[in-house]
Every structure is written in C-alpha cells, then in structure tokens.
C-alpha cells in the first residue's frame, strides 16, 4: 500500500499574522534558501532577537521577522533541523550551497 502525502500551505496563527507571514515569505522567495524546496517552510533565526523559544507566539513572531529581516532566513523543516543542529545558538554565517 503506497501512501501519498499532499503537501500544502498552512499558516498557523492569528489573522493578523497569516497575510504578514505571506508577504514575508514572499519576500525571501518563497522557497528554502538552503535547498530550494518549496514545502514545508519555517523561519529560521541567523542572528538571534528578543524572539526566542517555542512559545513566543504567532503575531510576535510575525512581527519580529518584519522588523529583523536580516536576522533570520527561510528554510524547509529539513534544512531547519540541520540548521540547527549545526548552530545551535542561532550564529548562522552567510551560507551559499551550490547544488
């Protein structure tokens, strides 16, 4: 039995929130910076804010972003956990992958 996963856009958080982190995503092209995936996208912290941890919320979060754009970059839930992995504090260098 094969399993066919159908990946969409789905924006949590309030309604204030949803179009700013569109718009957001948008602007950083709409795709992992790392991988070029388009699915599964998040936020990642390059540099780090007052933002911090997983409970800061939607709305502040959105907000952060816009107000620190080059404090974070767009990554795919994959890149994301590498990153992470690799810079646990949040001190990301400007990274260019050449795939």
């Not at 995936?37 to 972003?65: C, V, Y």
């Not at 107000?67 to 949040?90: A, E, F, Q």
Request: proline share 4%.
């Amino acid at each position: 039995m094969t399993h066919s996963i159908n990946y969409k856009v789905v924006l949590l958080g309030s309604k204030q929130a949803r179009p700013i982190l569109q718009r957001l995503r948008k602007e950083f092209g709409d795709k992992c910076q790392w991988c070029g995936n388009i699915e599964k996208l998040q936020f990642a912290h390059i540099k780090p804010t007052k933002i911090r941890g997983s409970a800061r919320g939607m709305d502040a979060r959105a907000r952060d972003i816009q107000k620190n754009k080059t404090h974070y970059m767009l990554l795919c839930h994959w890149c994301h956990k590498i990153h992470n992995k690799l810079y646990p504090h949040s001190t990301t260098p400007k990274i260019v992958l050449a795939l």
